[in-house]
């Protein structure tokens, strides 16, 4: 069964660093997400990404994060300078039509 | 704007007994509500979803939903508890707008003892 898959599962870095977290998603899904989950708290929507480009943000979703798809099956989710509050677990999604299907997550911890 | 609340933060059912985790929503038109599972260290599993149609929503792992648009609520049942059952739940509602994100509640720690 295909499934979406995350790399790192686990990610430390220090603050200011920049760090990439990479998604690929199940290959005839064309609606993307990541979400992310700050330990203790609800799962927060950040950003989906359609056509190639950003189809909806959130507040959260500021100027220090960006999305690409580089090619034709990673998705990736960049943050340029990790605050200390970015520490959480970032899932990544993605959908053909109906449901969304996540990956495991990556755990990011910020130091 | 579009929530979900899920009033409990911890379910404790004992294997064998029937099992209820609580959600409730809040949505302009038509909600679209899903319930996620997620086992530690792991990802968040589809259950199952309610679009339209008959208002008890079988799905995986012997899940059912009943759908009650009077008491807007959206709970997650399952008649004989397993403690493979014991994991966290997620109740999410679909936003209203084209790019059909998640919103979601809380979640609700279940424990199912032997």
């Known amino acids: 069964e295909p499934e979406v898959t995350q790399t790192p599962s686990h990610q430390v870095t220090q603050m200011g660093q920049e760090v990439i977290l990479r998604c690929v998603p199940i290959?005839?899904?064309?609606?993307f997400y990541w979400y992310r989950q700050i330990l203790g708290q609800k799962v927060e929507f950040l950003v989906s990404?359609?056509?190639?480009?950003?189809?909806?943000k959130s507040e959260i979703f500021d100027d220090q994060f960006s999305v690409e798809r580089p090619d034709g099956s990673n998705f990736t989710l960049k943050i340029r300078s990790t605050k200390l509050e970015d520490s959480a677990m970032y899932f990544c999604?993605?959908?053909?039509?109906?449901?969304?299907?996540f990956g495991p997550g990556t755990r990011l911890t910020v130091l | 704007a579009q929530s979900v609340a899920q009033p409990e933060d911890q379910v404790n059912v004992a294997e064998g007994n029937p099992l209820t985790v609580k959600c409730t929503y809040s949505v302009s038109g038509n909600p679209y509500l899903f319930w996620y599972v997620q086992y530690p260290n792991r990802g968040l599993q589809f259950l199952l979803k309610y679009i339209t149609g008959d208002n008890l929503v079988k799905g995986s792992y012997g899940f059912e939903a009943e759908f009650n648009k009077s008491q807007t609520s959206f709970h997650l049942k399952k008649p004989s508890a397993l403690v493979s059952d014991s994991a966290l739940y997620f109740c999410a509602v679909r936003d209203a707008g084209n790019n059909r994100k998640l919103i979601w509640g809380l979640g609700t720690s279940l424990a199912v003892n032997p």
């Open positions: 290959s005839n899904h064309l609606y």
């Open positions: 990404f359609y056509n190639n480009e950003i189809s909806e």
């Open positions: 999604a993605s959908r053909e039509d109906g449901e969304q299907f």
